[in-house]
T-cell receptor, first 113, second 116 residues
Framework: GENVEQHPSTLSVQEGDSAVIKCTYS??????FPWYKQELGKRPQLIID?????GEKKDQRIAVTLNKTAKHFSLHITETQPEDSAVYFC????????????FGSGTRLLVRP | KAGVTQTPRYLIKTRGQQVTLSCSPI?????VSWYQQTPGQGLQFLFE???????NKGNFPGRFSGRQFSNSRSEMNVSTLELGDSALYLC???????????????FGPGTRLTVT
């Protein structure tokens, strides 16, 4: 069935270092991959997304890469700041069928000042 | 534009009762999806509605149901509540695809349901 695996479950980095979160999806038909950031007590917030016709996308300190052959996609955060501390979720979907998102289990990122 | 809104924000119910949660999407958005978030199971898809039709349904028992109105507002209902239904219920709205397609989904603040 549809599944998205996300690693690591927790990640602690020093402020200014980079953080990388990795996800693997099972359904090869998936072609839309968003990343959400959820701070404690708040709603998931879309921070970046990528489609299967693109290999990499950047937005300031955040970048996402996609390897369709391996069914892997990753979130890269450079020059981390304490306000980056949150839980990050990857997701996959097949929008031509449905907007249904299959989420990874989440990564708790802690940026130490 | 106003964001996705959900009411109520917090709810406490007793086992066996039923509950109705409401979601108002961003103005102009016609697709609404519902998700259940728990510490143990993470974010799980419940259902998706588009133009008042259920387009997809997740793997939840029949006690969970939903609907969408002509103004795109959506409700979900849970009957015969169980302790395990305690969770944050999130809805997300999105535009219908057009041209290149706009697949972004925006979440509401959620309804925290506690079943005692």
């Amino acid at each position: 069935g549809e599944n998205v695996e996300q690693h690591p479950s927790t990640l602690s980095v020093q402020e200014g270092d980079s953080a990388v979160i990795k996800c693997t999806y099972s359904d090869s038909a998936s072609n839309y991959f968003p990343w959400y950031k959820q701070e404690l007590g708040k709603r998931p917030q879309l921070i970046i997304d990528i489609r299967s016709n693109v290999g990499e996308k950047k937005d300031q300190r955040i970048a996402v890469t996609l390897n369709k052959t391996a069914k892997h996609f990753s979130l890269h955060i450079t020059e981390t700041q304490p306000e980056d501390s949150a839980v990050y979720f990857c997701a996959a979907s097949i929008p031509r069928r449905s907007y249904k998102l299959i989420f990874g289990s989440g990564t708790r990122l802690l940026v130490r000042p | 534009k106003a964001g996705v809104t959900q009411t109520p924000r917090y709810l406490i119910k007793t086992r066996g009762q039923q509950v109705t949660l409401s979601c108002s999407p961003i103005s102009g958005h016609r697709s609404v999806s519902w998700y259940q978030q728990t510490p143990g199971q993470g974010l799980q898809f419940l259902f998706e509605y588009f133009s008042e039709t259920q387009r997809n349904k997740g793997n939840f028992p029949g006690r969970f149901s939903g609907r969408q109105f002509s103004n795109s507002r959506s409700e979900m209902n849970v009957s015969t509540l169980e302790l395990g239904d305690s969770a944050l219920y999130l809805c997300a709205s999105s535009l219908p695809p057009g041209g290149q397609g706009n697949y972004e989904q925006y979440f509401g603040p959620g309804t925290r349901l506690t079943v005692t």
